[in-house]
């Protein structure tokens, strides 16, 4: 079975400081895919990233970037200089390659940038 | 305009009533999704849909029902509420099949069940 373990519940941070969001992961597939999605607090969901289980090459978007490693199941998401738009729940999600789609999400992490 | 859209945004309704959760995309994706998300739990899957007529049970569809007559819609059906049942529902469709697309999301339905 697949899981997806965010342990960081809530975070908070001054504007303009580097946050870390980690997303640890199970599963025993080979080939899976890796997801987050930014839920702001007007509900939506939305999503940000995806990655491959054969494709760790860091990405990086804006103040936004991503480290995959495999050697220890983690797809980490890191907020270079947070802004107050930065606030808003972050969810880590797995889905596993085959005829149907089932993702997993992680209970999410809280962000909040204080001004 | 393209998207998916869930209605109605918010319903009360009171314990052992029928209730139904619509849910409407416009991109012809395959997959469809019905979540159910509580504080602590984050996003909890109830039923999914691989093509119309195709459905599978999530980690949690007890109580809830959902059929997929057509490619577009997937309502779900909560038979005989209750309070437990109060969530935040969010319908999600995607275009993969493979499990490597993101799923779109719709605004969601909040659901009070007194």
């Known amino acids: ?6 342990a960081q519940t809530e975070i908070s941070v001054v504007e303009k400081e580097d946050v870390t969001l980690d997303c640890v992961y199970e ?5 899976y895919y890796l997801f987050w999605y930014k839920q702001p607090p007007s509900g939506e969901l939305v999503f940000l990233i995806r990655r491959n289980s ?5 990405e990086i978007s804006g103040r936004y970037s991503w480290n995959f490693q495999k050697s220890t199941s983690s797809f980490n998401f890191t907020i270079t200089a947070s802004q107050v738009v930065d606030s808003a729940v ?12 089932k993702v997993t999400f992680g209970t999410g992490t809280k962000l909040q940038v204080i001004p | 305009d393209a998207g998916i859209t869930q209605s109605p945004r918010y319903k009360i309704t009171e314990t052992g009533r029928q209730v139904t959760l619509m849910c409407h995309q416009t991109w012809s994706h395959s997959y469809m999704f019905w979540y159910r998300q509580d504080l602590g739990h984050g996003l909890r899957l109830i039923y999914y849909s691989a093509a119309a007529d195709i459905t599978d049970k999530g980690e949690v569809p007890d109580g809830y029902v959902v059929s997929r007559s057509k490619t577009e819609n997937f309502p779900l059906t909560l038979e005989s509420a209750t309070r437990s049942q109060t969530s935040v529902y969010f319908c999600a ?3 993969g099949s493979q499990g490597d697309q993101p799923q779109h999301f719709g605004d969601g339905t909040r659901l009070s069940i007194l």
């Open chain 1, 1 to 6: 079975a697949q899981k997806v373990t965010q």
């Open chain 1, 27 to 31: 599963t025993r597939d080979t080939t």
């Open chain 2, 93 to 95: 469709s995607s275009g």
């Open chain 1, 90 to 101: 972050y969810f880590c999600a797995l889905s596993e390659a085959g005829g149907y789609q």
């Open chain 1, 54 to 58: 054969f494709d760790e090459q860091n």
